[in-house]
């Protein structure tokens, strides 16, 4: 086997699951009833790449999918023993994915190619770990002219993302080794149907200081698009190889930010009368609100948006303005539609304090109640190594660790702001957690949408995961009135 294109491994040496999603933030954990795996999309596109330009033989293979330990990833490569092997990994998973590879290079001579955010992050560093090639950025079209090429027989060491081939060329990601099916499946807990994960575009203009694909990957701000005859002729192939899929999530940076593209896209479903159920994650400022009508036409059910803070210092801090006369009205329209909105919230931000967070989660709450929030996404501000923001905090010594196992934004923060010390966000996050989980099952309760969830889970979960996850709800409720009798 020459090239071996591998995902992090799916299990770490203390037990927990891998959630690895590298240009945002990956996540550890412990309960198999909360693991799902994203398509490793920019790996999936490598491959496809790789096997249309080259002769070489490439197969990718993806430990997080098949929850792999260390131990049964080393022996499933290293029964083709490649000559070459491509990982990408975030900081969080780097130590263990490393010696993971080192193990496979002294038992096979494999040389080594790394690329993501981490060796982005620091290069040198990656190399004096026994890394043999570094690739930074977005990493596709430099590791494509690596073997055309034959860089491999040079000196050079380090690359950079490399555009001789422009996005709207590459061919459709992996599907062969991988199956884009086996995603889906429980698939991203948020999504209502069984949905293959989509990428129509890349990029943004937003100028988020915190966000890995903007500063890390793509290193400027840009939106580039697929045609869109070609996506909505992927779609087709993809339902026609999966008749079970219902839906598609467009995972992307921004899916509205090329009105052109959006506009037409959805006029050619309507035309193509596709009948999917579609969902997608963009920029809120990009989204117009008159396209609502055709984006429900088309298919829309779902539209996730980075909220972050509703706090006026905390958005200029970030540089992330949403406007909350405009958010209110479109949150109101999407309802009046019938378009679920999915809106994700980040606790201890440049600028925070406890009191500005509360604010934010007093508008959740009216939110969830009014039903203009169909889902609440709440993650812990993580500074990632490689973003404008870490090396601020880095200079300022306000971060209360550089153990990057800790960097994954689901359990405790990694910042002690001067008058916001890390124990105070990681109970302002858990105030968030408890108050979104008990207004969001008593709303499920209230418009009998629950019974919809629980019929939805049994269709993705087993029995036992299902039984693990309402007893985590249970619990979850028993926090909130204990909290609640704790305070008064
Ligand atoms: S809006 Fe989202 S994708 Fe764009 S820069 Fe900000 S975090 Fe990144």
Redesign the pocket.
């Known amino acids: 086997m020459d090239l071996i294109i591998a995902n992090s491994l799916g299990r770490t040496q203390s037990g927990r699951l891998t959630i690895h999603s590298p240009s945002r933030w990956s996540e550890t954990v412990m309960e198999p009833d909360r693991h799902f795996s994203y398509y490793p999309f920019f790996l999936a596109s490598l491959s496809a790449l790789m096997k249309r330009e080259t002769k070489l033989t490439v197969k990718m293979m993806d430990g997080c999918l098949e929850k792999l330990s260390s131990d049964q990833y080393l022996a499933k490569i290293l029964s083709v023993r490649p000559a070459f092997l491509f990982m990408e990994t975030d900081s969080t998973l780097y130590r263990e994915n490393l010696q993971l590879a080192l193990a496979i290079k002294r038992k096979a001579g494999t040389r080594l190619l790394f690329g993501g955010p981490h060796v982005t992050h620091d290069p040198e560093r990656a190399l004096s770990d026994g890394i043999d090639y570094v690739f930074t950025g977005e990493y596709e079209g430099a590791v494509l002219s690596f073997f055309k090429s034959k860089k491999y027989l040079g000196t050079e060491r380090i690359f950079y993302s490399d555009y001789s081939i422009p996005f709207s060329r590459y061919p459709w990601p992996e599907d062969e080794d991988v199956s884009r099916m086996d995603y889906a499946v429980p698939g991203e807990p948020s999504s209502q149907y069984r949905e293959i994960q989509m990428y129509a575009s890349r990029g ?1 203009v ?3 200081p915190f ?1 890995v ?2 500063n890390i990957y793509y290193r400027k701000s840009g939106h580039r698009c697929r045609a869109l005859h070609d996506v909505a002729d992927e779609m087709a192939h993809l339902k026609k190889k999966y008749p079970q899929v219902e839906g598609f999530f467009f995972d992307e ?2 899916h509205f930010g090329n009105a052109d593209f959006i506009e037409s896209f959805c006029s050619e479903l309507i035309r193509r009368r596709s009948g999917f159920k579609i969902e997608a994650l963009g ?1 809120f400022n990009s989204i117009r609100t008159q396209w609502l009508p055709l984006l429900k036409k088309a298919g829309y059910y779902q539209i996730r948006i ?1 909220i972050e803070s509703l706090h006026p210092e905390i958005q200029r801090a970030i540089g ?1 303005i949403i406007d909350a006369e405009k958010l209110e009205s479109f949150l109101l329209l999407c309802r009046k539609t019938g378009i679920n909105v999915y809106g994700t919230f980040q606790v201890g931000l440049p600028s925070s304090t406890r009191e500005k967070d509360l604010f934010t989660l007093s508008c959740i709450k009216k939110y969830l109640v009014l039903g203009w929030l169909s889902h609440v996404q709440v993650s812990i501000f993580t500074p990632l190594p490689g973003t404008p923001v870490f090396l601020q905090l880095k200079q300022k010594g306000y971060l209360a660790t550089e153990l990057f196992e800790d960097y994954n934004g689901g359990e405790k923060s990694v910042v002690n702001w001067p008058d916001y010390p890390s124990h105070d966000i990681n109970r302002t996050y858990l105030d968030f957690l408890n108050i979104r989980d008990h207004v969001q099952l008593w709303m499920r309760f209230r418009t009998g949408e629950a019974w919809t969830w629980f019929y939805r889970k049994c269709r993705t979960q087993s029995l036992y995961n299902l039984g693990k996850k309402i007893k985590r709800r249970i619990y979850s409720e028993a926090r909130y009135f204990l909290g609640r009798k704790k305070n008064q």
């Open positions: 943004c937003g100028q988020c966000c694909a903007k940076e921004d920029r980075g992330k």
